[in-house]
C-alpha cells in the first residue's frame, strides 16, 4: 500500500469518526486541562455510524493535547492560512470545534454573543470543517454580536488538523480554553450552562 493510499484510508477513517460525533446537549465538563475525560460515543451514535472498512480506525482521545499544537487553518473569509503564531498574544484563547449545522452549537454560540461584553478579553476561534459556505453564515444567523469582532475567527480545517491534533470530542460543540501560554485551562464538550462557560472562559 502506497504512503498516498494509507494517508487517504486513515483521513476517511477520521472523517467516519467525526460523522459520528453527537450534537448532543448532555454536556461532559472538566475541571482542569489536566483531569482525565472518558470518551464514550452514545448507543444511538453508534448504531447510527456507517460502517467502515478501514484496516486503521481512529479513536477518541481520553483528553485533549495539554499545549497547543502546530496546526494550519484557512480563515473563511480570506483564505489565508492561520497558525500557531496567528493566536492573540493576550487573553485566553477558546477554541470552538463546531458544526454550523448542529442546533446546540448555534445555541452555544448564541449565548456567547448576548455574553460577549463580559467576555471581550478573549479570542475565540470557531473551527470546523464543514463546508465553507455553510460556515459563512454561522455567526450571522446564530450570534450575530460577533459579527466583525477583532477576537473572533472562522476557521476552515479543511485538513482536519484538530481533530488530528488537538483532540477527538464526543460531542458538538467541543470548547477548548487555553492561557496565552499555550496552556490547557478547561475543556468540555457537549452544551453547558452559560454560567459556567462565562467563569471558565474568564479565568
Known amino acids: ?59 477518541q482521545s481520553p483528553q485533549p493535547t495539554a499545549v497547543i499544537p502546530d496546526f494550519t487553518f484557512y480563515i473563511l473569509r480570506s483564505g489565508i492560512q492561520f497558525t500557531k503564531a496567528d493566536l492573540a498574544k493576550k487573553g485566553n484563547l477558546v477554541f470552538i470545534l463546531f458544526d454550523p449545522t448542529c442546533g446546540h452549537c448555534q445555541h452555544e454560540a448564541g449565548h456567547l454573543g448576548k455574553h460577549y461584553d463580559e467576555l471581550k478579553d478573549a479570542n475565540f476561534y470557531f473551527v470546523s470543517m464543514n463546508d465553507p459556505a ?18 473572533v475567527e472562522l476557521l476552515y480545517d ?3 488538523d484538530f481533530i488530528n491534533k488537538f483532540h477527538i470530542p464526543s460531542q458538538y460543540p467541543a470548547v477548548y480554553v487555553y492561557g496565552n501560554d499555550g496552556q490547557l485551562k478547561e475543556y468540555w464538550d457537549g452544551e453547558r450552562d452559560i454560567a459556567e462557560v462565562v467563569a471558565a472562559i474568564r479565568k
Open 1 to 59: 500500500m502506497t504512503v498516498r493510499t494509507t494517508s487517504l484510508v486513515m483521513l476517511a477513517g477520521i472523517l467516519l469518526t467525526v460523522g459520528a460525533l453527537s450534537c448532543n446537549n448532555r454536556a461532559k465538563s472538566a475541571n482542569s486541562g489536566v483531569e482525565s475525560q472518558s470518551a464514550n460515543v452514545d448507543a444511538e451514535q453508534s448504531a447510527t455510524a456507517p460502517p467502515t472498512a478501514a484496516p486503521q480506525q481512529v479513536t
Open 134 to 151: 455553510l460556515m459563512s453564515t454561522f455567526l450571522e444567523a446564530h450570534a450575530k454580536p460577533l459579527v466583525g469582532k477583532a477576537n
Open 158 to 160: 479543511k485538513n482536519a
